[in-house]
């Protein structure tokens, strides 16, 4: 077929095109698959002629990917079948050189009449290289797969929330760390949308965004109303315009984490436990000793007809008895006081060797098994004027490693001294008390004394006192100072300076003595009253009876709170003596449901631990408080005083 001049025009038409388009440009028969003309990109590209009528698009085949053959094919016959006027787009992958990754074009093909060229229908081809966008899409693509892979079998537990808090994806992980389903939370989302009643549990889902807390430690509860312990994490995704697009949530479950930590502490707490209980026994057994032997030699001298000549000896065994007596009591009461949560400070002047010294057993339950304590105290008394429960839980803080760590695989060693420095010798105008702790065997060789002793651990903001910082504010509040000497890489001595105190602060005024004056018509007037002791350990109960007794007064006992309050319903006392701890109902609440019935009723509380009992509010209640184990004295002066007669 000759072109007429016309026809050879649009030809022209066709080559000038590349100045607006810079990929291929092709016209060609839709029947045939001839090519009238093509561009030079679409030559080198594809290797055809240029010469019209001399390619075709079968050419083309060849050099096409095998599975986009089919797509080519389809392609191609599709247009064939339809008007002029129709438009398709495809991407084929081309195989332009061996061993070369394929090259994915685009090509747009539209069917056309052009009848100065053909009396067919005509089609004109645009195609262009569009390779690297396929290979961003596939990198995309792959990296949302892989985001997607991550989101959905991750470790924790992830949801994405829109900005108003509903759910729209959560992770297999997250429902099984909270119970809920998308479809739940959809749900719940609904009602809370709507203002339908939820449960401050559930409303917990919708606040987790929105109480400002980016990470931390919370708490919530799973559908089935199980209490979970979870660390969570949130952040928000923002639009192009820097504007909250939606928030995205991580959950792990620390509830597990959490019982085993407490599972550990508290081994570690029975540990503790049952080596101080250890060495408890071994200085309870020292208390007792004396008492049992001279009580026993007290029951020979009275078995004898005639004690006159021995009374003396009698007299200084029953002293014995009580020393020894008073230093079990003593004990117990620094233990429950070393024991207690509140932090008040309780300063007198108290000589610090024995304080000390009466720590040890505690100390010796605190400190690592590899650990060894020497002691050596000053043979004269040292006064100082000081909290002891304080300082004695301070000096534990350091001996168990919680400031200094000890190394794991090396024997330890610490040497806890006191000793007095005369004034010439301290650079002072006053003696001093140096308390010396040397230990050997701590992991510090990387450590700097004047960095450390340096640093502050004081915020404003928020007060934190910690470790040897604590010491030192406790010590310079007493007046002294903290010293931290290093050794070796190993060693280390830290020394307490306190001031010297040359007296014992006053002691406290002595017990009115119940036995002067006109105490006898007072105890003929309670002898007359209805008493009342209730305490559920035996010897406990009979000694204060037996006490009483001497003032002729014949209590009534009780072993239990639920027996007194079964006898009440007969007639009530006048004065009743609980102990506070018991096994059904505590002193406090008998002697409150007592006074119930008889409003007048005095009593007294008596415990070995008053830790949790409120003794303001039970003064105002008019109860007086005593410490276990309760002194003659002390017992006599409770009920005078509880009658209004001292």
């Known amino acids: 077929m000759q072109m007429s001049q016309e026809s050879s025009g649009m030809i022209d038409f066709f080559r000038l095109l590349p100045e607006t388009y810079s990929g291929g440009i092709y016209l060609f028969e839709i029947v045939s698959g001839k090519l009238l003309f093509t561009n030079e990109y679409f030559q080198k590209t594809f290797g055809v002629s240029g010469a019209p009528s001399l390619a075709a698009k079968s050419e083309l085949l060849s050099l096409i990917h095998k599975e986009d053959k089919p797509l080519w094919q389809s392609q191609t016959k599709s247009l064939t079948k339809s008007p002029a006027g129709t438009r398709i787009e495809f991407d084929i992958r081309f195989l332009l050189e061996k061993g070369e990754h394929p090259r994915w074009f685009h090509f747009n093909e539209k069917s056309v009449n052009l009848s100065q060229v053909s009396d067919q229908i005509l089609g004109i081809g645009y195609v262009n290289d569009v390779t690297n966008q396929k290979i961003n899409e596939d990198n995309i693509r792959e990296q949302i797969q892989f985001s997607v892979s991550l989101f959905e079998n991750a470790s924790l537990g992830m949801a994405l929330q829109d900005w108003e808090g509903g759910y729209f994806r959560v992770n297999a992980r997250f429902t099984e760390i909270t119970g809920y389903s998308i479809e739940d939370l959809t749900f719940l989302n609904m009602k809370r949308v709507n203002k339908i009643g939820l449960t401050k549990e559930e409303k917990d889902y919708f606040s987790l965004m929105g109480d400002g807390m980016e990470f931390g430690e919370s708490v919530l509860y799973r559908k089935d109303g199980r209490r979970i312990n979870i660390y969570r994490r949130t952040n928000i995704f923002r639009n192009s315009e820097g504007r909250p697009n939606f928030y995205y949530l991580l959950l792990d479950d620390l509830t597990e984490k959490k019982q085993i930590e407490s599972y550990n502490l508290h081994s570690q707490k029975m540990e503790t436990i049952g ?341 303001e509010t039970l003064e105002k209640e008019g109860i007086l408080v005593r410490t276990k184990p309760i002194s003659i004295d002390e017992l006599y002066e409770s009920i005078l005083l509880s009658f209004g007669l001292l």
């Not at 105190?501 to 105890?523: D, F, M, R, Y």
């Open 275 to 615: 080596n101080l209980a250890g060495n408890l026994a071994h200085d309870l057994n020292n208390y007792l000793q004396p008492i049992h032997v001279f009580s026993q030699l007290g029951r020979e001298i009275l078995s004898k007809q005639d004690i006159s000549s021995s009374k003396d000896k009698l007299f200084d065994y029953l002293e014995k008895i009580g020393m020894a007596a008073n230093s079990a009591r003593s004990m117990i009461h620094r233990i429950i006081r070393f024991s207690k949560k509140t932090d008040e400070e309780a300063i007198s002047i108290v000589e610090i060797s024995s304080i000390l010294e009466s720590n040890i057993p505690i100390l010796l339950a605190e400190i690592p098994k590899n650990v060894q304590l020497e002691c050596s105290f000053s043979f004269d008394p040292l006064f100082v004027k000081i909290d002891p429960v304080r300082i004695c839980k301070l000096i534990g803080e350091l001996v168990i490693g919680s400031i200094f760590s000890w190394e794991d695989k090396k024997e330890g060693l610490i040497h806890l001294s006191t000793k007095q420095i005369p004034w010439s010798q301290a650079d002072s105008l006053e003696d001093r008390v140096l308390i010396s702790l040397e230990f050997t065997g701590l992991a510090v060789s990387n450590l700097s004394i004047n960095d450390f002793m340096q640093k502050s651990i004081f915020e404003e903001e928020e007060i934190k006192w910690k470790g040897l910082h604590l010491l030192n504010r406790y010590v310079k509040n007493w007046g002294g100072e903290v010293r931290l000497e290093k050794h070796s890489e190993i060693g280390l001595v830290l020394l307490i300076d306190l001031p010297l105190e040359k007296e014992i602060s006053a002691a406290p005024l002595p017990l009115p003595n119940v036995n002067s004056g006109n105490a006898g018509s007072h105890w003929d007037i309670v002898s007359k009253k209805k008493i009342w002791i209730v305490e559920d350990d035996e010897p406990a109960r009979e000694s204060i009876a037996t006490v009483l007794s001497l003032k002729n007064i014949e209590p009534l006992l009780f072993e239990s709170s639920i027996a007194a309050l079964e006898y009440s319903k007969q007639e009530l006392p006048d004065f009743v003596l609980s102990d506070y701890r018991m096994k059904d109902i505590n002193g406090l609440n008998l002697i409150r449901k007592l006074r119930e019935k008889s409003p007048n009723l005095s009593a007294v509380l008596y415990t070995g631990n008053a830790e949790g009992v409120d003794l």
